[in-house]
Structures are given as structure tokens and as C-alpha cells.
């Protein structure tokens, strides 16, 4: 038995949950959320908590057990809390602005990149201290579904990924970028 998978989903009060033959609907204070279940796994509500289970012992049911257990996890507390991703630009002239919804990097090409979220995102330019900012050199990508504002947070740092000699770059907060010594010169 999967051990992630056979552990109850808390819900938090102010959550509601709909199941409707495979297909679970979530709502909370900071949203909604749906997802349609495969026919390997059932979710059942028992008082304040989810819990999934496999409806066979096949190999596929085993894989997805855990997963979907988590995804639905992830559910409840996307709709209650929400999500975060902080990111830091590092470098000489590097930074972000705000422009409406959207952000405009500046990260050391001739053309400035626009940022466009999809809809249920947030993006904000922050300090170091967190304040909200028109111009700054830290992104945060907020929103309810974590797989939406995870790939988010991917598509910022893959336009500029921090190099290896200077460090210059978009790293996630917090992020450790091995350093290389580079060239010894002429001895």
C-alpha cells in the first residue's frame, strides 16, 4: 500500500467538496478548482477528510494511488492558502517591472521580455523585503493551481537561468548555483 497515498486529505474549514462519479470539484475562499479522477482510483469523504483509494491492486492503480492523492491534496490547499513562487534577478541592469498584469524583463538582451499570465495568476515585482514594487529585482508568481504556477515560475527563469561563472541570471529564491572558477590565465 502506498504510504502517501493511503494517508487522509484534511479539509479545512471554509472548503467544500463535490464529488461527482470521477470527477472532484473543490471550492474555497480563494477559489475553485476541478479535476477529473481515472477509473483506477476512488475518493470518498469521510466527515472533515478525503481519502483516496484504489479500486483494484492492478499495476497502474499502485502507480496512481500517491499521485492523485497529492493532486487532490494540492487541490484543498491551493483553494484555501494558495501558492507562491518567489524568484531573484541577479545581475548589473537587470530587473522587472510592472505593466498592468504583465511584467517586462530587462535581462541583458537588446528587446525587453513581457511576462503574460494565464488567467487565475498573479505576478507582482517585490523588494527583498517582500513590498510590493513598480521596479525591482524579485518576481512572485501566486496563484491556486500549484502545477500552473510552478510552470510559471519555470517559463521566468528558463528566459534568462543563471550562469555559472558571474551568477548572473532569474534563480528561484533561495536557489544555490554552483560556481566555476573559469580561466587561470597566462602563467
Known amino acids: ?38 477509473g483506477t482510483v476512488e475518493i470518498q469523504q469521510e466527515e472533515n477528510n478525503l481519502v483516496v483509494n484504489r479500486a483494484n491492486e492492478s499495476r497502474s492503480a499502485r502507480q496512481q494511488h500517491g499521485l492523485f492523492r497529492t493532486l487532490v491534496a494540492n487541490m484543498v490547499e491551493g483553494v484555501s492558502t494558495g501558492f507562491k513562487r518567489r524568484l531573484e534577478i541577479q545581475g548589473v541592469g537587470y530587473r522587472a517591472n510592472k505593466s498592468g498584469n504583465n511584467i517586462v524583463l530587462t535581462v541583458g538582451y537588446s528587446h525587453t521580455v513581457d511576462i503574460v499570465p494565464p488567467a487565475g ?67
Do not use: C, H, W
Request: proline fraction near 9%.
Open 1 to 38: 500500500m502506498s504510504r502517501i497515498g493511503k494517508r487522509p486529505i484534511p479539509l479545512p474549514p471554509k472548503v467544500a467538496v463535490t464529488i461527482a462519479g470521477q470527477e472532484v470539484t473543490v471550492k474555497g475562499p480563494k477559489g475553485e478548482l476541478k479535476r477529473l479522477l481515472p
Open 121 to 187: 495568476v498573479s505576478l507582482e515585482v517585490e523588494d527583498a523585503t517582500g513590498k510590493s514594487v513598480p521596479q525591482g529585482t524579485f518576481i512572485s508568481v501566486n496563484g491556486i493551481d500549484k502545477e500552473i504556477v510552478g510552470n510559471l515560475a519555470a517559463k521566468i527563469r528558463a528566459v534568462r537561468p543563471p550562469e555559472v561563472y558571474k551568477g548572473k541570471g532569474i534563480r528561484y529564491f533561495g536557489e544555490f548555483v554552483r560556481r566555476k572558477a573559469g580561466k587561470t590565465g597566462k602563467k
